[in-house]
């Protein structure tokens, strides 16, 4: 088992092998996380800061509670309330906590290439927890575990991802992922939710939503940012709605088993049908909040060891 | 004083020709000039032995930042003029966009105090088109003028307020000033931080279109048709808007325009991972661009290269691509990168040096940037060969926010004179 990198900042440094190894070490998390004893001692003496720049809270407990079930000493950071108002830059923040001794620090930041700037200035292991438009590579890792174990394979897939692509980290990362996998994915959408020549990235994309389903295997439904809903990007919640809002009628044109899938939180009537989320035979929205414990316990198991193995011994 | 310049190679952009030969300075202007080494000069004048290298009229840089008034730890005249002396800039033409802008003749005056003092280069000053570059009232053009000012420009502040514009370039026709803009549809470059492509999607950066510098360009084209005003676009970047600065040239039109030497050395990829040393406005494009315009500069469709030196310091650079400052420092790169033109065989040193030194000393009727009897000794000596790798710790200047660390180059100035002075001498 290799997984040679000391951050994981994004989907683009890692090769299939590299996702392979995390989601198999991810799926044993998961078992385990079935149990009713969940606790495991690989991170037992190390500290796991949470560093969240923009509010979270599906996230940021989802990290606490993977580094708690593995023994790590997790603390939260509230960055909002703190020195950052007070004037305080991005890298002398980092450079603060990292004379604390962190083994794993744990960043989302609302800039692009934000948490990358930090790992330059720490010595310790920097997991991107969501980087402005960039990238969010847990989320990703999490829909591709979500996939394989409702799909039995993460390979040749027809998978399409909805919605509002433009602002998307999640769309970045998962298009990134599905793409190294060798899968088929089609992007649908407002144009004006598509970032530009979007189709150089091996992508197929669609604004008919309908034809952009057509027999596909999973259904990825972004969220849609309310602050896009005021006639900037699009004309109205109710339009979008009824041209971009996953519903049965719509659905029925993917394939008979396709899954339905959404990152969260849901804006339910916006861009995806409540009761469709919730029907236990197409969602599997539950699951990947599920998965996404599993997977950030395997990121954070592998990027340990390579983080512990750097360190002088003191023996 | 005389002083005999031989043992060189002569580079006069006027004649287009590159050959050995010698000059006569008396009192800080060109007194004589000879194709080969002269017999028998009076034995008053001083000879200096070139060593073979190549002489020039130094580079004339319109556009150069200095950060005074207001950001004075970031780039002093004192600071800017040795980097320009180093870099082979004779004659730095300065941006109004300081703190508080550049605006009234107070202000100007000034600065041209600051400036005599402490460059010792010559500095040639712009003033603000709009009073505080807002874009709502136009400046004191004419007592500006008097005053020294160059040509009037809001710099990377597109005047949105057509009407606005209008009247001040009408105004500035009336006084003969050249009036310099920055070609950009302010609507859709706003909050961009690179050019829209593949990269800024995967990057997930805000992005502008190329399409933007174009869309710019055609409003001020038929502004100035419509007000015969002089003009002259700061940075012209992308192959769309080529045609449409070409037509305007063969209508007649009294247009110029002019690039920054980043544009025409790197592109969009360089940015990579959020180096934001690469950050500048507007964004490095991609290569098809930047070939094209490279193509523009040699066909002399493209006037003028320059700098566009922007000091920033460390602070405002180390930040998250998006929030960090637009800008890069060139005055001491300038050479050496504008040389990777010639060595790539884009154009020829005669086609180079008309940009970087005749062109926009004509643009602004200064008398340098010539070879000739009666121009001011103001020349580079330089070897267009010698190469070196860039160590930003070195520069002169007091930000170093070069996107050029570490990078292999060609092109060295041996030394630099101003009226005939040696103001920088390589060791």
Known sequence: ?315 | MTQLFTNLRLLDPEAGTLAPGAILVRDGVIAEVFDSAPEGQASDSQVVDCGGHTLAPGIVDIGVKVCEPGERHKESYRSAGLAAAAGGVTTMVTRPDTDPAIDSPETLEFVTRRANEAAPVNVVPMAALTKGRAGREMTEIGFLMDAGAAAFTDCDRVVTDTKVFSRALTYARSLGALVIAHPQDPGLSKGAAVTSGKFASLRGLPAVSPMAERMGLDRDIALIEMTGARYHADQITTARALPALERAKRNGLDITAGVGIHHLTLNALDVADYRTFFKVKPPLRDEDDRLAVAEAVASGLIDIICSMHTPQDEESKRLPFEEAASGAVGLETLLPAAMRLVHAEVMDLPTLWRALSLNPAKRLGLSGGRIAVGAPADLVLFNPDAPFVLDRATLRSKSRNTPFDGMRMQGKVMATYVAGSCVYEAN
């Open chain 1, 1 to 315: 088992m290799s997984f040679a990198h000391r951050h994981l900042l994004g989907i683009e440094q890692l090769s299939q092998s590299d996702i392979t190894t995390l989601l198999d070490l991810a799926d044993t998390y998961a078992e385990r996380n079935r149990q009713p004893n969940k606790h495991s001692d690989a991170l037992r003496g190390l500290t796991q800061i949470n560093m969240f720049f923009e509010n979270s809270t599906r996230t940021q407990a989802s990290f606490e509670i993977a580094g708690k079930r593995l023994g790590a000493d997790v603390m939260n950071m509230a960055m909002q309330a703190s020195s950052i108002k007070k004037g305080e830059t991005l890298i002398d923040t980092a450079m603060t906590l990292n004379a604390m001794h962190p083994d794993l620090l744990v960043v989302r930041h609302p800039q692009s290439g934000a948490v990358d700037l930090l790992a330059q200035k720490v010595n310790c292991a920097v997991l991107n927890a969501g980087d402005g438009r960039h990238e969010h590579p847990t989320q990703a890792l999490l829909d591709a575990l979500t996939i394989r174990r409702a799909k039995g394979r993460l390979h040749r897939l027809s998978i399409a991802i909805c919605g509002d692509i433009a602002h998307s980290r999640v769309a970045r990362s998962n298009i990134l992922l599905l793409g190294k996998m060798e899968n088929r994915i089609r992007l649908v959408g407002p144009p004006t939710l598509m970032p530009s020549q979007i189709d150089q990235f091996g992508v197929e994309v669609f604004d008919d939503m309908k034809k952009g389903l057509e027999g596909v295997d999973v259904v990825m439904m972004l969220r849609l940012q309310k602050e896009r809903m005021d006639g900037g990007f699009i004309p109205s919640e109710r339009e979008y709605y009824h041209r971009y809002g996953l519903d049965a009628e719509k659905l029925a044109h993917a394939s008979p088993d396709a899954i339905v899938m959404h990152p969260g939180p849901m804006n339910r009537g916006v861009e995806i049908d409540g009761t469709l989320a919730d029907d236990i035979n197409r969602s599997v929205i539950q699951d990947q909040v599920e998965m996404g414990v599993a997977v950030r316990m395997a990121a954070m198991d592998l990027l340990a060891r390579n983080h512990v193995a750097a360190q002088p011994s003191v023996a």
